[in-house]
């Protein structure tokens, strides 16, 4: 069974920094590539970040770029994003979700179109405080 887990979610005020995991199982995590998405109240689903698992190949949305990092360990088979500097805008329920690395980069770009990414967690959400 394929089973992805995101933690590390909280309530932090403006400025400061939170960790999420994404802990990956059931599928092989060195060929697949990791994104993680967020989703505010009322607005579409973003794609922030992606990384490929064997050879750490990143890409980051502008509104994270130079403040979020994303990592992976396939020794714990978990993929991080270290996010600092948060803003209120930032405020959202953070997903991860895995597929293959073109289709993860498309998709995390939002270039995919019809296509989605094939495996999801169930989220974590992120509330940050003026």
């Known amino acids: 069974e394929v089973q992805l887990v995101e933690s590390g979610g909280g309530l932090v005020q403006a400025g400061g920094s939170l960790r999420l995991s994404c802990t990956a199982s059931g599928f092989p995590f060195d060929d697949y590539a990791i994104g993680w998405f967020r989703q505010a109240p009322g607005k579409e689903r973003e794609g922030i970040s992606c990384?490929?698992?064997?050879?750490?190949?990143?890409y980051y949305a502008d509104s994270v770029k130079g403040r979020f990092t994303i990592s992976s360990d396939s020794a714990k088979n978990t993929v991080y994003l270290q996010m600092y500097g948060l803003k209120p805008e930032d405020t959202a329920v953070y997903y991860c979700a895995a597929d293959i690395p073109s289709k993860t980069f498309l998709v995390t770009t939002g270039r995919g179109g019809k296509y989605d990414m094939e495996f999801w967690g169930k989220g974590t959400p992120v509330t940050v405080t003026s």
């Open positions: 990384i490929t698992n064997m050879d750490s190949t990143t």
